[in-house]
């Protein structure tokens, strides 16, 4: 199968383009910098090339001869001239125009758990909106038959490169172990990169994947407050966390969302209000027995041993 993954050299998207490679696809990745997909030179099926994704002409180029379409572009955060309508909502509706247009057979979509159209944060609305605008956008006389859409939820994301346990790790080893942190009892199922990019392998495989969505959580259901006091033990790190009350937490969004890369907004806060918890289990249904985050923190987050030489 050729399959065009926009965000493919990202955190999921690295992991999912290797699986995909490995498996036998034809994988094509369009980056706006090439620096970033270095680790998929090696791989003889991934074609690289620099493409602004934004540009329906350029989408429908890019879409040419595949079968398969995967969108994992997202953000956290607007920035400068990427807004989160512009990057999910506006984007998803020129993915799916162009898969049309191309006779693009599979459209796979990575949402957010918690998308709603009444959700309390932007980013929730606008991962929505792109939902909705998937399956509702609209038809070009030129396009072929409508592609099947497949929509992934996922909790929040763990693994080797993440911004979620390396980027607490990184605020305890600032702060010295002491910790204000926003909304202590939030809870989530944090999942493992491995197990979101072998669903997406998985449910492009699967026929009867087309039109599902899959709410994806790992095995643990978790507050945030024990997830950076793991993050904390595995990484061999003093903790002390000091649990924020709301008001205080909703001016730790504003100062902090004012700050170079934006750690912490006010938008984040209000995403953490809803609990991150799968209401169903999509890993099950695509046949995965998902990680624990204790079998794979070690993995990249341990302190490793000077070598020993003889």
């Not at 929730?124 to 605008?133: D, G, N, Q, V, Y």
């Not at 984040?268 to 027995?289: A, Q």
Request: proline fraction near 7%; charged fraction near 20%.
């Amino acid at each position: 199968m050729n399959v065009c993954v926009l965000g493919g050299s990202g955190f999921v998207g690295t992991e999912l383009v290797i699986r995909l490679a490995l498996a036998g696809h034809w994988v094509r990745v369009p980056t706006r910098n090439l620096t970033r997909a270095e680790r998929l030179r090696v791989l003889d099926t991934v074609e690289l090339l620099v493409a602004n994704v934004h540009e329906p002409r350029i989408l429908s180029q890019l879409f040419s001869a595949c079968d398969a379409v995967v969108n994992l572009v997202g953000i956290l955060n607007p920035r400068r001239g990427a807004s989160f309508d512009a990057v999910h909502t506006e984007l998803a509706a020129k993915v799916m125009a162009a898969a049309r247009t191309a006779g693009v057979r599979r459209v796979l979509h990575v949402s957010a758990l918690g998308a709603d159209p009444r959700a309390p944060s932007r980013y929730l609305r606008s991962k929505a909106a792109a939902e909705a605008r998937l399956r509702a956008a609209p038809r070009s006389e030129l396009s072929h038959a409508e592609p099947a859409v497949t929509i992934f939820r996922p909790s929040v994301i763990f693994g080797p490169g993440d911004s979620l346990t390396n980027r607490f790790a990184g605020l305890l080893r600032l702060t010295l172990g002491c910790l204000p942190l926003a909304r202590a009892r939030a809870r989530f199922a944090p999942i493992c990169v491995f197990d979101v990019a072998e669903a997406m392998v998985r449910a492009l495989g699967e026929r009867a994947s087309a039109g599902q969505t899959y709410e994806l959580c790992g095995p643990q259901v978790m507050t945030l407050a024990e997830i950076v006091r793991l993050t904390a033990r595995v990484a061999r790190l003093p903790c002390r966390i000091v649990p924020l009350p709301d008001p205080l937490a909703r001016l730790q969004g504003l100062a902090m969302g004012i700050l170079p890369g934006k750690p912490f907004s006010l938008d984040n806060f209000r995403s953490l209000t809803l609990d991150s918890v799968c209401r169903e289990d999509g890993c099950r249904r695509l046949g995965i027995t998902p990680r624990p985050m204790l079998a794979v923190l070690p993995t990249y987050l341990e302190p490793r041993r000077p070598a020993a030489f003889a």
